[in-house]
């Protein structure tokens, strides 16, 4: 059995987060009675648009981050670029509700954590050393007992 610690760890965080972001749709959508699509109203549109936005984003990092880490393994590197994509992903949201610099901050850190992330699966192809090896095989003769 294969374990991702870093992948699974940043897979549970992500669901929590997403979970998070579920309910402040449904609040908002509750305080401004709509209930479905947006309504017109701005803040339930900000809210959906946030967490549209985290689904958008999360499976292109989950799946970069579960097959970075199965070909290269874990690395403080992988853990620190998950963490730092878990907390970008809790300011978007917070930004979108009006602290624009956090807004500003979850978004770069997203994209940065996600370039980082194809860069480094791009770089483990194509500068894992691929060499051919060659095998001789010689004929074996079998000599029966007298």
Do not use: C
């Not at 549109?45 to 989950?62: K, Q």
């Not at 970075?68 to 949201?93: D, F, K, N, Q």
């Amino acid at each position: 059995m294969i374990i991702l610690p870093i992948s699974l760890t940043i897979a549970a965080g992500t669901a929590l987060i997403n979970l998070w972001l579920s309910m402040r749709v449904g609040r908002v959508r509750g305080q401004e009675k709509v209930w479905v699509g947006d309504g017109g109203n701005e803040r339930v549109t900000r809210r959906m648009r946030a967490h549209s936005n985290f689904v958008e984003n999360t499976a292109f990092v989950l799946i970069l981050l579960a097959l970075v880490e199965l070909g290269l393994g874990s690395s403080v590197w992988l853990w620190a670029a998950g963490s730092l994509y878990l907390i970008g992903r809790v300011l978007h949201p917070l930004g979108m509700d009006g602290m624009m610099w956090a807004r500003m901050a979850g978004t770069i850190i997203t994209m940065l954590v996600q370039l980082g992330l194809a860069i480094t699966a791009v770089a483990a192809v194509y500068m894992t050393p691929m060499g051919v090896t060659a095998t001789t095989v010689e004929e074996t003769v079998v000599v029966a007992p007298k």
